[in-house]
C-alpha cells in the first residue's frame, strides 16, 4: 500500500521567512514523488516532481529515501506562495495512481 | 486552448437526482482520471481509464458510473444524488507514466 502523510495542516509565517513542508511516504518499492499547488479555487498545478530535481518558484525538494521524506522548501517567503500544498506519490504499479497526501495550507503574513 | 476542460464549473441539484460531469483533454494523454475532493481538501482518486479501458475503481458507490467513448474524454456521471456528494470532483490526464495535468474542477452542491 502506498501512503503520503503531511503533519501540518496548516503553515503559517512571515514574509521572508524559510519554509519547509512536511511530507512523508510509505512504499515498499521505488516511488516517484511530487509536489502539486493550488491556489484559492482554481486547479492543481504540478510545482515539482523529484525525478527533475529544478527549482520551481524558489522551491525545491529533495527525496530523502532513508527518512521517506520529500519535504518542500523555500528560503524566503512571498506573499503569492499562500496556497494549499499537496504531496504526492506513483508507485511502479497501479496504473499510475496518484496517492495524494491530506495537504497543508501555506499562509503568509505580511 | 484549455487543456482539461470540465463542463458544467458549478452544479447545484435536489438529493435523488442524476447528473454528469464532462470532462475532455486535447493533450494527447492515454490515462484520464477522476478526484474528489471533499469539505476537509481531502484528494481520493475515484476511477482511471486508459485508453477507454477502465483499470482503476476504487471503493466509489456504483451510483458513480464514469463512460469514456474515446481515449479524450471522461465523463461521470452520477444517480440518485445523496447530501454526501457534494464535493468538488476534478478531472485529469496524464500519459502513462509521468505528472498529471488537473480541471479546473466542478463544484457539486446537493441540497
Known amino acids: 500500500a502506498q501512503r503520503v502523510t503531511q503533519p501540518e495542516k496548516l503553515l503559517s509565517v512571515f514574509k521572508g521567512a524559510p519554509v519547509e513542508l512536511k511530507c512523508n511516504y510509505s512504499?515498499?518499492?521505488?516511488?516517484?514523488l511530487f509536489w502539486y499547488v493550488q491556489y484559492s479555487r482554481q486547479r492543481l498545478q504540478l510545482l515539482l516532481r523529484?525525478?527533475s530535481r529544478e527549482s520551481i518558484k524558489g522551491f525545491t525538494a529533495d527525496l530523502n529515501k532513508g527518512e521517506t521524506s520529500f519535504h518542500l522548501k523555500k528560503p524566503f517567503a512571498q506573499e503569492e506562495d499562500s496556497a494549499m500544498y499537496y504531496c504526492?506519490?506513483?508507485?511502479?504499479?497501479?496504473?499510475?495512481?496518484?496517492?495524494f497526501g491530506t495537504g497543508t495550507q501555506l499562509k503568509v503574513e505580511l | 486552448d484549455t487543456a482539461v476542460s470540465q463542463t458544467p464549473k458549478y452544479l447545484v441539484t435536489q438529493m435523488g437526482n442524476d447528473k454528469s460531469i464532462k470532462c475532455e483533454q486535447n493533450?494527447?494523454?492515454?490515462?484520464m482520471y477522476w478526484y474528489k475532493q471533499d469539505s476537509k481538501k481531502f484528494l481520493k482518486i475515484m476511477f482511471s481509464?486508459?485508453?477507454?479501458?477502465?483499470?482503476i475503481n476504487e471503493t466509489v458507490p456504483n451510483r458513480f458510473s464514469p463512460k469514456s467513448p474515446d481515449k479524450a474524454h471522461l465523463n461521470l456521471h452520477i444517480n440518485s444524488l445523496e447530501l454526501g456528494d457534494s464535493a468538488v470532483y476534478f478531472c485529469?490526464?496524464?500519459?502513462?507514466?509521468?505528472?498529471?495535468?488537473f480541471g479546473s474542477g466542478t463544484r457539486l452542491t446537493v441540497v
Open positions: 493533450l494527447g494523454h492515454d490515462t
Open positions: 523529484h525525478i
Open positions: 512504499y515498499s518499492g521505488s516511488p516517484e
Open positions: 481509464y486508459n485508453n477507454k479501458e477502465l483499470i
Open positions: 485529469a490526464s496524464s500519459l502513462n507514466i509521468g505528472g498529471y495535468t
Open positions: 504526492a506519490l506513483r508507485g511502479t504499479g497501479g496504473g499510475n495512481k496518484l496517492t
